[in-house]
């Protein structure tokens, strides 16, 4: 017996295109779908323009989503959807829901989520702004590739609103997000968990509801960037070391060998050395951030691992101990041989910058590892 089939659309006052929607539905369910168990589910977000009306009419169910957001809305229409495969789509009728059965069949070929890419199929002229076709997702789909895509899981079209899915699937990614960003977390998950993903070519609609859409680009497109961002510590952990191992280098170089003369100039002198000194935090900066990812509540450990798990008592006393030392080993020479010279001037300023390099940069590791610790205790 063919798989049952909840449609999903999430509402927010969209009674001038949700009746086409509908009826394109209906027209899917009596036609391509006869025989199997259809239901439709509208999630509506608090309408007020008559958009619930239009879905009972139409045989809709409405399910009332108290908080607002499109990920909400989906998240709340998904819970309630009653059925194994469960196809969405937004209700401004750009995507076109007679399509659905492609996707239907690709996703019972053994995938667990299809896309409807619209990067691979046709965008009618006015359909997408220029940016976000060009610019916004193209870039956010080769993040999105480079950082979670397993073999066979890259995908063309990260931000699609067009999808399907197995319910048992879905249930085991728990995306979280409320807003737009859901697309992007959704497919996160779905990737780190090993689902299988597929694409189908789609075709998208201008939209013809003449008000402004609810997506806005650069909050929007920001917040997309950095859910992709926040599962992948790793990124963080290796962009951070190579920023300052590079710089350290850079310090290092600086103190045996500095300054050099090269044909554009003097370099790796006390004021290269000084840029050095802020590209190393920026990196353990860089560094933290992915720490702090991979201590929260189901963040991926990764590399982070060993500082992770480091006793606490060993962590906090051990480091502040370590520091103590480096400080009186390292610095309380230089500020002897400074207190004889009447603190006038302090002839050794490239040891002195490394030296101070390295308490901060002792500093900044000790803290981030701690600020860990504290996010685990949650």
Same mark, same amino acid.
Not at 18 to 32: C, Y
């Given at each position: 017996?063919?798989?049952?089939?909840?449609?999903?659309?999430?509402?927010?006052?969209?009674?001038?295109?949700?009746?086409?929607?509908?009826?394109?539905?209906?027209?899917?369910? #009596?036609? +391509?779908? %006869?025989? $199997?168990? *259809?239901?439709?589910?509208?999630?509506? @977000?608090?309408?007020?323009? =008559? &958009? !619930?009306?239009?879905?009972?009419?139409?045989?809709?169910?409405?399910?009332?989503?108290?908080?607002?957001?499109?990920?909400?809305?989906?998240?709340?229409?998904?819970?309630?959807?009653?059925?194994?495969?469960?196809?969405?789509?937004?209700?401004?009728?750009?995507? #076109?829901? +007679?399509? %659905?059965? $492609?996707? *239907?069949?690709?996703?019972?070929?053994? @995938?667990?989520?299809?896309? =409807? &890419? !619209?990067?691979?199929?046709?965008?009618?002229?006015?359909?997408?702004?220029?940016?976000?076709?060009?610019?916004?997702?193209?870039?956010?789909?080769?993040?999105?590739?480079?950082?979670?895509?397993?073999?066979?899981?890259?995908?063309?079209?990260?931000?699609?609103?067009?999808?399907?899915?197995?319910?048992?699937?879905?249930?085991?990614?728990?995306?979280?997000?409320?807003?737009?960003?859901?697309?992007?977390?959704?497919?996160?998950?779905?990737?780190?968990?090993?689902?299988?993903?597929?694409?189908?070519?789609?075709?998208?609609?201008?939209?013809?509801?003449?008000?402004?859409?609810?997506?806005?680009?650069?909050?929007?497109?920001?917040?997309?960037?950095?859910?992709?961002?926040?599962?992948?510590?790793?990124?963080?952990?290796?962009?951070?070391?190579?920023?300052?191992?590079?710089?350290?280098?850079?310090?290092?170089?600086?103190?045996?060998?500095?300054?050099?003369?090269?044909?554009?100039?003097?370099?790796?002198?006390?004021?290269?050395?000084?840029?050095?000194?802020?590209?190393?935090?920026?990196?353990?900066?860089?560094?933290?951030?992915?720490?702090?990812?991979?201590?929260?509540?189901?963040?991926?450990?990764?590399?982070?691992?060993?500082?992770?798990?480091?006793?606490?008592?060993?962590?906090?006393?051990?480091?502040?101990?370590?520091?103590?030392?480096?400080?009186?080993?390292?610095?309380?020479?230089?500020?002897?041989?400074?207190?004889?010279?009447?603190?006038?001037?302090?002839?050794?300023?490239?040891?002195?910058?490394?030296?101070?390099?390295?308490?901060?940069?002792?500093?900044?590791?000790?803290?981030?590892?701690?600020?860990?610790?504290?996010?685990?205790?949650?």
């Amino acid at each position: 017996m063919p798989a049952s089939i909840s449609f999903v659309v999430p509402c927010l006052d969209e009674a001038d295109s949700l009746p086409a929607v509908l009826d394109r539905i209906q027209q899917v369910r #009596d036609g +391509a779908f %006869a025989g $199997r168990d *259809v239901e439709i589910v509208v999630a509506d @977000n608090g309408s007020t323009d =008559g &958009s !619930r009306e239009i879905a009972a009419a139409h045989g809709a169910r409405i399910e009332d989503c108290p908080v607002r957001g499109y990920g909400a809305a989906l998240r709340h229409g998904f819970e309630r959807a009653r059925h194994d495969i469960v196809v969405f789509a937004d209700a401004d009728n750009t995507y #076109d829901f +007679a399509e %659905a059965p $492609r996707l *239907v069949a690709k996703l019972e070929e053994g @995938n667990d989520l299809v896309l =409807g &890419s !619209r990067m691979r199929g046709e965008i009618r002229p006015g359909a997408m702004p220029f940016l976000h076709r060009w610019l916004g997702t193209p870039a956010l789909t080769f993040v999105l590739n480079r950082l979670h895509a397993g073999p066979g899981q890259k995908v063309s079209d990260c931000n699609s609103g067009f999808r399907c899915f197995r319910r048992a699937s879905f249930a085991a990614w728990q995306p979280r997000a409320t807003g737009m960003e859901f697309a992007s977390e959704m497919l996160v998950k779905a990737m780190r968990s090993g689902a299988r993903i597929a694409e189908v070519s789609i075709t998208l609609h201008p939209d013809t509801r003449g008000r402004p859409p609810h997506l806005k680009r650069w909050r929007d497109g920001t917040r997309h960037l950095l859910q992709i961002l926040a599962g992948s510590p790793r990124f963080f952990f290796g962009l951070g070391l190579l920023v300052l191992l590079a710089n350290w280098a850079v310090l290092l170089i600086g103190l045996f060998w500095g300054p050099l003369s090269l044909p554009w100039g003097n370099v790796f002198g006390i004021h290269t050395m000084m840029f050095a000194l802020l590209g190393t935090c920026l990196g353990l900066n860089v560094f933290g951030v992915g720490l702090l990812l991979a201590a929260r509540e189901g963040g991926d450990p990764g590399p982070y691992r060993p500082l992770l798990e480091v006793d606490e008592g060993r962590l906090l006393w051990g480091g502040v101990g370590f520091l103590l030392a480096c400080t009186l080993v390292s610095l309380v020479p230089i500020l002897i041989d400074w207190a004889d010279a009447g603190f006038r001037f302090l002839a050794l300023q490239k040891q002195t910058l490394v030296l101070v390099a390295f308490g901060a940069n002792g500093v900044f590791f000790l803290f981030n590892v701690i600020g860990a610790h504290l996010l685990k205790q949650r």
